[in-house]
């Protein structure tokens, strides 16, 4: 079986599939051909020539969408411009394809993969379940989303985050909101906390209490009670009577902390407006709002995707690049993640690639089956 991985072509794209270390480890487990665009993980900091040394050989991206069976990616395939196509038409016939897909958004990619009877592995469809943890990208990315939202806001931000007594006057700790304590937003608050700000924080599920206490934060709460948990332990939508509460304190916290990072999410959906015109304009000057629900519409009403935006003296950052932004790193994790997961499909030595679907993880993740298009999968398969 080839293995392929070609350059990413989406706009800012800095990370690569495949680092030459998980070049290595597949090699040593069978695979005899990996190619490896020219300059593929020029953005991540790997060379071509480290690749090489660890065994694979360098194409074009037509050679490598041609020879291979088994295609590696970051985001799913696209249009390439400079090639006047769209990537799926590249692929060889019946080849399988291993990215993030996100294909409730992505309707028409799913389409073009049935046509051309692909096999298509969506990345963020692994069930987060404790044995999938290791192939878990959506979580890897998040943490370092959560950690270089903090950055980012430090960036920006015009005083220290940690409080200090100098000889030329006494200078209070910055105070930081983390709304959504999922993993983006446990890593946020860690790094906030550790960059010595005062952290509070804000989640809609009552397990996240004890999370955020153990980084060192303080849990906000409302006098509503209701559960956040839905299925699976994921976000539920609450009532109105609760976002109302939580928006209530939020107006109050706006008016008292400098730095606000919003994460909350509930899968498949849109992500819940929480930050409006009014509390951003009852921060500070100086005030920093990263949203990393940008994407995803957004949880501050003013957030402009993709850019960093002022509103009467507060920045909005709405990066949607964060783990690009932070793209060797990311690429190794995300690589990681990727080796671990296609080599508990193709069994190692003898690189038979044969799809379990009676395997949550592997039926949970598949959206299409030599084109067939088989997501989502039933309730019970991921039970
Ligand atoms: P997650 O599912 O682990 O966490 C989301 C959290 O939001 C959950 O804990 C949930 O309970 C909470 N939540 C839902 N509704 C809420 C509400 N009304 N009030 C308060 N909390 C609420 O998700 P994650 O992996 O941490 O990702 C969080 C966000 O970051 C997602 O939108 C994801 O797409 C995004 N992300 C952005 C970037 C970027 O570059 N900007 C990169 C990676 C991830």
């Known amino acids: 079986l080839v293995i392929g991985v070609p350059h990413e072509i989406y706009q800012n794209e800095k990370r690569v599939a495949l680092t030459p270390e998980n070049v290595k480890t597949l090699m040593q487990k069978g695979f005899k051909e990996i190619y490896i665009e020219e300059g593929a993980g020029k953005g991540a900091k790997f060379l071509d020539s480290q690749y090489i040394e660890a065994g694979a050989k360098i194409g074009t991206a037509s050679e490598i969408f041609k020879k291979s069976d088994i295609l590696l990616k970051v985001r799913g395939l696209q249009y390439n411009s400079s090639l006047g196509k769209h990537e799926v038409e590249m692929l060889k016939e019946g080849a399988t394809v291993i990215s993030f897909i996100f294909p409730a958004q992505n309707q028409e990619l799913i389409k073009l993969l049935s046509q051309k009877k692909a096999t298509a592995l969506a990345m963020d469809c692994i069930p987060r379940i404790s044995r999938a943890q290791v192939f878990d990208a959506l979580s890897s990315m998040a943490n370092i989303a959560g950690y270089k939202a903090v950055i980012e806001a430090a960036a920006v931000f015009g005083r220290f985050f940690t409080g200090q007594i100098t000889a030329a006057g006494r200078i209070p700790p910055c105070k930081v909101l983390v709304i959504g304590c999922g993993v983006s937003g446990l890593a946020a608050i860690g790094t906030a906390k550790n960059m010595g700000a005062i952290v ?114 507060v920045t909005i950052l709405g990066y949607t690049d964060l783990p690009s932004r932070m793209s060797t790193q990311s690429s190794t994790l995300y690589s990681n993640n990727l080796t671990k997961f296609l080599l508990s499909i193709t069994g190692g030595e003898q690189n038979t690639f044969k799809l379990d679907f009676t395997d949550e993880v592997i039926r949970g993740s598949t959206i299409v089956n030599k084109g067939m298009l088989i997501w989502p999968p039933p309730k019970k398969a991921i039970a």
């Open 200 to 313: 509070r924080a804000f989640d809609t599920r009552a397990a996240a209490k004890e999370q955020v206490i153990s980084m060192g934060g303080e849990f906000l709460e409302v006098h509503v009670k209701e559960s956040g948990e839905g299925s699976g332990g994921y976000a539920k939508t609450m009532s109105k009577e609760f976002i109302d509460a939580e928006m209530a304190l939020f107006l109050k916290q706006c008016k008292d902390v400098d730095i606000v990072i919003t994460t909350a999410l509930i899968p498949n959906q849109k992500s819940p407006i929480l930050i409006t015109k009014e509390m951003v304009e009852a921060m500070k000057p100086g005030s920093v709002i990263v949203d990393l629900a940008a994407e995803n519409g957004g949880n501050c009403e003013l957030t402009k995707p993709g850019e960093s935006y002022n509103h009467r003296g």
